[in-house]
């Protein structure tokens, strides 16, 4: 159930989901982010992608909302927004958001997407996440 939550609670609630030093064998940070902005927003799908290069496709680490994450857009999307995820200037990956409703997506939404990309990409890059081994296992083979 969809309850509305403001840019700052949801923000709070992310940082939390992402700090868990060891968290259950069943629990997925990156699924935990993305159901706290579908249940706490009016975003009727959010995908977190990563790119490994300019050149490369992109990788889907997370998603939710929907059944068929796979789609470029799904068929009731009526407002879009991709906010970059950069550290130190450079893209490591996409967080996307769709929603049903036409203009959807204010200011206080890019911002909170904004913040979540840069907590995200933080997440993503800290020593033993995913780009620092999936950039290890490149180099070992």
Known sequence: MKTYRTARVLISEIGQALAKKAPPANYSP?????????HGRHYTWVGIYLTAGSNSAKSLL??????HPAQITLPGTQSK??????LAGREIGILSAESDRQYAFGSVDRVLLERTAAILALFLTGKGKYIVQKARTAVAA
Do not use: D, T
Not at 30 to 38: A, D, N, P
Not at 62 to 67: I, K, T
Not at 81 to 86: D, F, P, T, V
């Open 30 to 38: 990156l699924e935990k982010v993305v159901e706290l902005l579908c």
């Open 62 to 67: 997370g998603a939710g909302g929907e059944p």
């Open 81 to 86: 927004l991709l906010i970059s995820m950069k």
